[in-house]
């Protein structure tokens, strides 16, 4: 799939000259500097769990659900997270529905690794009862629309920004975070029986989420000194190599991706993680924003389902 991405836009010699010699002046062809970031745009829905990012052109939904399972056998009290995408031909013409192609497994897996080996979210807390039942969480992503080729832009003849990973990523984080897993306790005879109690009573629980791993991608050029932040889709047409750094905003190297081209010196690399870094903690921020803003609503929406009968208590008292 990733040869059919790549040939499906084809730019001619000179636009491939002109966008490297405007690179050299620290001039992209969408009006960015090399080090700026696309607008992100971020939706967070009523439903608990459900986000949708968008990217530039490129649009993600992401859904997180939970189920209760067994555990591994090697990790008893641990809870289980796995992560699936969605290649819709409606997002992308070169997309094929069926079995996920190498760009859809890469995107997973550089978002699972990201959250897993940085250990972001709390599997332990997911434990309800050793060795017998955990909650499994699973991320759906979604690919809406990959930069302008979705269907539904006609208009649209060539494509914008496919940075998908980046998108993916962040509409992960955001449907994490929104999150509530209904609340569980044990009972029966032998207290070994889980018991599940709906929302209506007793309020469900948010997931325990330590940090937020971003995924930050660069692209590469012939030319050692030229780096970009978040390619787009001309760029990448042209571009040597890219990797995707994820980093939260403390600092810490959570993933490093390379899909392959060419070598990156170190001393490159080491620039990559300081702006990755700087990157991460406002999109962080931008993040957690939207998710407060996803708390007070949701609280007041509570409030008005239960409403108090102080005031009619009041009434009483004074007649």
């Not at 859904?63 to 031909?89: C, H, N, W």
């Not at 080996?117 to 991320?139: M, P, Q, Y």
């Not at 939207?290 to 102080?310: C, D, G, M, Q, Y």
């Amino acid at each position: 799939m990733e040869g059919r991405l790549a040939n499906s836009w084809r730019l001619t010699v000179n636009d491939k000259n002109f966008i490297k010699t405007a690179l050299l002046s620290e001039i992209r062809i969408d009006g960015r500097k090399p080090f700026e970031y696309l607008l992100i745009i971020m939706v967070i829905y009523r439903e608990d769990g459900s986000s949708e990012v968008q990217l530039g052109q490129t649009r993600v939904m992401g859904m997180v659900t939970a189920q209760l399972v067994q555990p591994y056998r090697d990790r008893p009290k641990e809870g289980i997270l796995s992560i699936f995408t969605e290649f819709s031909p409606m997002a992308d013409p070169s997309f094929e529905p069926g079995r996920p192609g190498e760009l859809a497994v890469e995107l997973g897996r550089i978002v699972d690794r990201g959250l897993r080996e940085s250990r972001a979210v709390d599997t332990e807390s997911l434990c309800i009862l050793a060795g017998k039942f955990v909650w499994a969480i699973r991320i759906d992503l979604h690919i809406l629309d990959n930069g302008g080729c979705s269907y539904s832009v006609p208009i649209n003849i060539f494509c914008g920004n496919r940075n998908l990973v980046d998108a993916a990523n962040i509409a992960a984080l955001a449907a994490l975070l929104t999150f509530r897993r209904p609340e569980c306790s044990l009972g029966g005879e032998d207290g070994q029986e889980v018991i599940v109690h709906p929302p209506e009573i007793r309020e469900p629980l948010p997931l325990t989420v330590h940090h937020l791993p971003i995924a930050i991608s660069f692209g590469f050029f012939s030319n050692e000194s030229i780096l970009v932040i978040d390619p787009t889709q001309n760029e990448e047409a042209v571009m040597g190599g890219r990797m995707t750094t994820t980093v939260n905003a403390n600092g810490d190297i959570c993933a490093i991706q390379k899909s392959g081209g060419e070598g990156v010196p170190r001393r490159v690399i080491m620039q990559c993680l300081q702006l990755a870094t700087s990157k991460a903690a406002s999109i962080t921020k931008q993040i957690k924003d939207a998710v407060e803003v996803f708390n007070t609503e949701r609280a007041l929406r509570k409030i008005k389902r239960h409403p108090t009968s102080t005031g009619d208590d009041v009434r009483e008292k004074q007649n």
